[in-house]
């Protein structure tokens, strides 16, 4: 059966991919983006593109009346839209870090409130959050991008309790490191990076495993099977951990102490 679905973040990675996939499902899809040009595969494929800044609420508000005019209804939104910024705490710029968290927190929860009142009214529907590994285990020179992550699984469990009584699920997406244009975008970041020497051995490494690690990462496939079981299953999931790595993250951060945790950490990103 046809849904209505959101996607937000559609211009690449994640959103991109799996709002394609559900188009060529026969479902009728509104991929979200700031940069529209980045979205013409989707509307070639028969999905709608829009422009939408999801930490401007204005934007979010205006959109979600769009789709709500255009079709009627909403069955689910997939709140995918994100990105990174690394740095030590010590150096970051904090005002870097605030964008950061107005698109990857705020913004998913603009779009969650747009969302909520024509779900809970027609007692249906599906939130799928986009986190990370990352929102369950964080280390140096990550902590602000995990703290965004970590931001995202808290107002997802407050969410999923709050809207039950009305028949709206809410899921969680886990994912590892997946090939996708993060690794391009991250590549650039860290020549923006200016530490103190202290920390310069710390960064090198830490880029080094990074490079390495995307290198050889997996296509994003399971992560967008992940999101077509959480929106089409009778009893979807409330976490969807999604590879290797990071169930193998997810099972040490339940099972390890804080001090083996960070020395497990520190060795490989090869911190020390």
């Given at each position: 059966m046809s849904k209505?679905?959101?996607?937000?973040g559609a211009s690449s990675g994640f959103g991109k991919q799996v709002a394609l996939r559900l188009i060529g499902k026969g479902h009728r899809v509104y991929g979200w983006a700031r940069r529209l040009e980045l979205m013409a595969d989707i509307e070639s494929a028969g999905g709608h593109p829009m422009s939408v800044d999801v930490s401007n609420v204005g934007h979010v508000e205006q959109a979600m009346a769009q789709v709500l005019k255009d079709a009627g209804h909403l069955d689910v939104l997939v709140n995918n839209a994100g990105f990174g910024i690394y740095d030590f705490v010590e150096n970051a710029d904090l005002d870097e870090m605030r964008?950061?968290?107005e698109v990857n927190f705020w913004g998913l929860v603009q779009t969650t409130q747009a969302a909520l009142p024509h779900m809970r009214a027609q007692r249906a529907g599906r939130i799928i959050n986009i986190s990370s590994l990352v929102g369950k285990l964080s280390t140096g020179v990550i902590g602000f991008y995990a703290a965004s992550k970590h931001a995202v699984e808290a107002i997802s469990?407050?969410?999923?309790?709050?809207v039950a009584p009305f028949g709206v699920k809410v899921s969680v997406v886990e994912p590892g490191i997946?090939?996708?244009s993060f690794d391009a975008v991250m590549s650039e970041e860290f020549e923006n990076i200016s530490v103190a020497d202290d920390y310069q051995k710390q960064l090198s490494r830490f880029q080094r495993f990074f490079n390495k690690a995307y290198?050889?990462?997996?296509t994003p496939e399971p992560v967008v099977r992940a999101i077509e079981h959480a929106i089409h299953s009778r009893k979807p999931k409330t976490r969807y951990v999604?590879?290797?790595?990071?169930k193998a993250g997810v099972a040490a951060?339940?099972?390890m102490s804080d001090n083996m945790l960070d020395k497990m950490m520190s060795n490989q990103f090869k911190l020390r």
């Open positions: 209505t679905i959101v996607v937000t964008r950061m968290f469990d407050a969410t999923r309790v709050e997946f090939a996708t290198a050889k990462a997996p999604v590879g290797v790595d990071a951060r339940q099972w």
